[in-house]
């Protein structure tokens, strides 16, 4: 029996309805308006091609048998420009495939028998609308997440750029005050040390030790600058800068730190080269204070779709399937890093047997003006 006597509301779905026989079209669309949808009805298969639009029509119901185009070529041919709407596969006549083997194979959401009269089909119908509803909401949470994604990525940019500008802003500060105090101050000493011959060997050894250790703060104050604001990047180019680093670092950290690369100051862009340089930095500091290692092995290769930067060590290791850490921000940040100038980084690493740092990033052609 047709549901009467109840007040219908609009729905928001729209049902196509694709019938060769006339009268069946007229009653379902009537069917189908009294419950509140909004029909689009055709009688061939071609039609409905050209009616339906992917996302503006939640169910189709198809005849199986029709002439130049079957039901089962229209559902291929749907399928193809959208892979989850809801369809309906209807017949009136016996010697088709079985139901269950159409389901599985047109990948439709109903088979209805015409003799089982109009209360079945809207039993099928309430069933694919509310199917079509759940994947609505499952799109609408998915995209959801991806524009929070996408806002996140932003954010974490914004970060990277401003921590590169807050690093250039303490650098200068180091570099042109406390340098310069640091500067005077040894330069006082030095004079006092110069101009007091009758000062006793004990203030003497006082103030050679206050120019030792003003000497020494100078130096590690240059360096503390030159790691926060790697400003040879544009006069001495990636590859120098990534040797001298290096040099610099085996110095402090009394690691033997082997460097190879081939790029021959390739130009890349500012933003590619300083967050190379960072993952460098990023990745020895892990290296020298977990890692137990003694020797550690740089390179920087360049070919000619790619820039592959590794960085692997012979340290004590550890199980990269369990690198879990919250707190791992170096991690996270080179990761980052890596995702904000189009690479990829890879981990590796075994208990006992070292790990390695794998950035790669791909090369794009001048014609596409990004690198």
Known sequence: MVRLGTVVQQSRHTI?????????????????????????????GEEALALFCPGEVQLIIVDYFMPRMSGEEVILALRE????????LQ?????????????????????????????RLLLWVDVALKAADQVGHIRAAEREIADSHTQLQRLSARLLRLQEEEREHISRELHDHLGQLLTAIGMNAEWTLNHC????????????????????ATQATRELSATLRPSELQGLGLEA???????????????????????????????????????????????????LATRIGVSLQRSAQQIILNVEDN??????????????????????RARLIGGTLTLRSTPGAGASVTLTVPLVTEKSGLR
């Open 81 to 88: 420009r959208d892979a989850e709407v809801q369809i309906l």
């Open 197 to 216: 011959a009758s000062a006793s060997l004990d203030a003497r050894e006082r103030l050679q030790e206050a120019i030792r250790l003003v000497r020494e």
């Open 241 to 291: 800068s990534i040797r001298k680093y290096t040099r610099e670092f085996a110095r402090r950290s009394s690691l033997d730190v082997e460097f190879s690369s081939n790029l021959h100051e390739h130009p890349l862009t500012p933003e590619v080269a300083t967050n190379l340089y960072r993952v460098v930095q990023e990745a020895l500091t892990n290296v020298a204070r977990h890692a």
């Open 315 to 336: 340290g004590k290791g550890f199980d990269a399937a369990h690198v879990s850490d919250p707190h791992a921000v170096g991690l996270v940040g080179m990761y980052e």
């Open 91 to 119: 017949t009136g006549y016996s010697g088709e495939k079985p139901p269950r083997e159409m389901l599985r194979e047109l990948a439709i959401q109903g088979y209805h028998d015409k003799t089982d009269g109009p209360e």
């Open 16 to 44: 196509l309805v694709v019938d060769d026989q006339e009268e069946t079209l007229i009653s379902n669309r009537l069917l189908l308006e009294r419950e509140g949808h909004h029909v689009l009805a055709t009688m061939s």
